[in-house]
Every structure is written in structure tokens, then in C-alpha cells.
């Protein structure tokens, strides 16, 4: 099965999730669904994924992890909050990105009355074109 755009059929998961089940459950019941559909949908998804951290050729174990990672090429991190305006909750999906070496990220925040205001993506190793002038 061909999968052209993995962050699109993501969000349109997300989208159909909280249509059904609205704002103000826990992150984890999210979670479950969202898997849930994934996998209904064909993808390969690992839940909690332990995020390693090299450190110096060392490989050290400090209980990061992603929520889900979709076919070793997208990570999504959800919330439930009020806000993502934050810098560490993109800060934290960035690090996830980078130690996985994989290029996608969604950011989810399913507390949110409209899911489209509570969805950010970003793109590993990303650097906007400076302005030479």
C-alpha cells in the first residue's frame, strides 16, 4: 500500500477523533484511538517509543519518549492543554526528531474546541533561507 502524504492522513485521523470524542479526555485516550486508527488504516505505529540520547558515542537511557511514531517516518506528540504557545513543547518534538533521525513531526493538541488551532508541524533539520540583503 502506497502512502504518499503520512502527516495528511494523520491529521484526518486526528480530525475524525476529536469530531467523535471532543476537547477534555486525557492525552492517553487520544493516544489509543489515534493508534487505532492508524493501524486500522494500514500504517505500522509504536506507541511510548524510546527516544535514545548519544551522548559523547554513548547511548544513554533518559526515559525520553515519543507518543507515536508512524513507519519510522513521522513522530507525532500530543497534548491536552490549553495552550502550545510554549517554545519547549516544539522544542521537545524537534529534539524527538533529530535523536530518531526521522523528517516529520505533528504536534496535537486535542484540547482545542477546533483541532485545525491546536495542530503544528514541523520538519527536522529545517532552516529558513537567510535574507542576504
Request: with cysteine; net charge negative; glycine share 6%.
Given at each position: 500500500?502506497?502512502?504518499?502524504?503520512?502527516?495528511?492522513?494523520?491529521?484526518?485521523?486526528?480530525?475524525?477523533?476529536?469530531?467523535?470524542?471532543?476537547?477534555?479526555?486525557?492525552?492517553?485516550?487520544?493516544?489509543?484511538?489515534?493508534?487505532?486508527?492508524?493501524?486500522?488504516?494500514?500504517?505500522?505505529?509504536?506507541?511510548?517509543?524510546?527516544?535514545?540520547?548519544?551522548?559523547?558515542?554513548?547511548?544513554?537511557?533518559?526515559?525520553?519518549?515519543?507518543?507515536?511514531?508512524?513507519?519510522?517516518?513521522?513522530?507525532?506528540?500530543?497534548?491536552?492543554?490549553?495552550t502550545l504557545?510554549?517554545?519547549?513543547?516544539?522544542?521537545?518534538?524537534?529534539?524527538?526528531?533529530?535523536?530518531?533521525?526521522?523528517?516529520?513531526?505533528?504536534?496535537?493538541?486535542?484540547?482545542?474546541a477546533l483541532?485545525?488551532?491546536?495542530?503544528?508541524?514541523?520538519?527536522?533539520?529545517?532552516?529558513?533561507?537567510?535574507?542576504?540583503?
Open positions: 500500500m502506497a502512502k504518499i502524504d503520512i502527516s495528511r492522513e494523520v491529521i484526518g485521523a486526528a480530525l475524525t477523533i476529536h469530531r467523535k470524542l471532543g476537547p477534555g479526555l486525557l492525552e492517553s485516550a487520544y493516544e489509543a484511538c489515534l493508534a487505532y486508527e492508524l493501524e486500522k488504516a494500514g500504517y505500522r505505529v509504536e506507541r511510548q517509543k524510546a527516544v535514545p540520547l548519544i551522548y559523547e558515542a554513548v547511548k544513554l537511557d533518559c526515559g525520553f519518549r515519543a507518543d507515536l511514531v508512524v513507519d519510522d517516518k513521522l513522530v507525532l506528540e500530543l497534548k491536552c492543554k490549553e504557545q510554549h517554545p519547549v513543547d516544539e522544542a521537545q518534538l524537534l529534539s524527538y526528531l533529530r535523536l530518531l533521525n526521522i523528517p516529520i513531526g505533528l504536534l496535537i493538541n486535542f484540547h482545542v483541532l485545525k488551532d491546536g495542530i503544528k508541524r514541523m520538519v527536522n533539520n529545517y532552516r529558513e533561507e537567510e535574507d542576504f540583503l
